[in-house]
Nanobody, 122 residues
């Protein structure tokens, strides 16, 4: 029932910007930590940034200062503002969220979006 839908990926030149958006929908009691991961060809999926329900953020070192994660709790949406993009940022970006379904009071489940391609050309 719970679904994460992403948008905002695309092709951009080095130094450009993109804003990713991810909205959770379905039978949701509450959403805890939300985050963005990325996976480049031949590499593992790694955390880019995360944000708790209270707004505490965490960034991977290579994006710190360039990317900003934020969330709109009223709309169950998390954003990733990506500035000063570099070719090394090219990857499929996945939205991730720890969610308590409405029918499970204390059971936290992890959900993934389908991924959106971000390509940064040099």
């Amino acid at each position: 029932q719970v679904q994460l839908v992403e948008s905002g990926g695309g092709l951009v030149q080095a130094g450009g910007s993109l804003r990713l958006s991810c909205t959770a929908s379905g039978s949701i009691r509450s959403i805890r930590t939300m985050g963005w991961y990325r996976q480049a060809p031949g590499k593992q999926r790694d955390l880019v940034a995360s944000i708790t329900s209270g707004g505490i953020t965490n960034y991977e070192d290579s994006v710190n200062g360039r990317f900003t994660i934020s969330r709109d709790n009223a709309n169950n949406t998390v954003y990733l503002q990506m500035n000063s993009l570099k070719p090394m940022d090219t990857a499929v970006y996945y939205c991730n969220a720890d969610i308590i379904p409405r029918q499970l009071t204390r059971s936290v489940r992890n959900y993934w979006g389908q991924g959106t391609q971000v390509t940064v050309s040099s």
